[in-house]
């Protein structure tokens, strides 16, 4: 600055120098606002910083994402499939290749998949794939072995539950109904359906109104588990409330196994009349199996249901 002072003085009389006081505010200006345009005599005009480019979304590292899919492609994984299961589980084209290639050789080797059916398996649930091995889907298989859970293979999903987390807790629950650790054990194992459901969004409440409205007993849901799997508004409280309008009360299959229809005739034809025994192969024929079920059929499923009852009442 004092060389451009200089050399203008040099051309004419120079007064008095610049206050430094305003060279200072000056200064100070340039220095808190980059961005503005303060003109100064002699220098070139003041230019804003580039902006920073905006951060992107970081995206899994391409070789990995393409290793990954290159082993779900020879799995049998449809390419189209590729992009749904990365939605449904984004984990799943970050993870090493190697967790994916040793939850596919669990799959087919120790839980039975075979091969033809991975595709399906793992469109249902691809967190599967990012599972480990030694710390989740093992000791997952194993408890449901424990349990005599049949065909885990069909079941595959239910591997990448948390024992702790996820199974146990069901289990638990029924047995906070009063139902004996057994009879809670025979459910899940008979219905693993159950392992799915929520306890607090689904289950309990179902219970509540079973044990409350309904006034039943919860040791029905040792013979139907499959209680928990209908709506409670649509279907459970709005057949109970029919049945109660006309004094009758069903068994919890025949309530809420039927159709609309069949259910509706079920009822007309209930009122004033009492359904057959339980142990009759008639009550399987009408109220569970529905049409079409053979009489030896339904006398088989009989004798495995009463042999059934008759553990669960052993246990008492």
């Known amino acids: 600055m004092e060389d451009l002072l200089l050399r203008h003085a040099s051309n004419g009389r120079l007064s008095r120098p610049a206050p430094p006081r305003r060279l200072h505010v000056a200064a100070v200006a340039l220095r808190s606002r980059p961005s503005s345009s303060l003109a100064i005599p002699g220098f070139p005009p003041a230019t804003a910083p580039a902006p920073a480019p905006a951060l992107e979304h970081v995206l899994p590292s391409p070789p990995v994402a393409a290793d990954a899919a290159a082993v779900l492609l020879e799995a049998g994984v449809p390419q189209e499939d590729l992009r749904r299961a990365a939605g449904m589980c984004p984990e799943l084209m970050s993870v090493p290749v190697e967790t994916i290639a040793a939850a596919l050789r669990f799959l087919t080797d120790e839980a039975g998949v075979p091969a033809d059916d991975l595709p399906r398996v793992l469109r249902r649930r691809p967190r599967l794939l990012v599972s480990p091995v030694a710390a989740r889907l093992r000791p997952t298989l194993y408890f449901l072995r424990a349990l005599g ?168």
């Open 149 to 316: 859970v049949p065909d885990i293979h069909r079941r595959a999903d239910l591997l990448s539950f948390s024992v702790e987390d996820k199974l146990l807790p069901r289990i638990e629950f029924l047995q906070s109904l009063g139902l004996p650790a057994r009879a809670a054990r025979s459910m899940a194992r008979r219905f693993p359906a159950l392992f799915y459901y929520s306890v607090d969004a689904n289950m309990r409440p179902k219970a509540e109104y079973l044990l409350g409205a309904m006034g039943r007993d919860a040791h029905e849901l040792f013979d139907f588990p499959e209680y928990f799997s209908y709506a409670l508004d649509t279907r459970i409280a709005a057949r109970h409330q029919a049945c109660a309008a006309r004094g009758v009360r069903m068994p919890l299959p025949a309530m809420l196994r039927p159709g609309d229809p069949k259910f509706e005739a079920s009822l007309a034809g209930c009122v004033g009349s009492t359904p057959p025994r339980r142990r009759s192969p008639l009550w399987h024929a009408y109220w569970v199996d529905g049409e079409g079920a053979g009489l030896g059929d339904v006398v088989d499923k009989a004798r495995r249901d009463d042999a059934s009852a008759a553990s669960y009442r052993h246990v008492h």
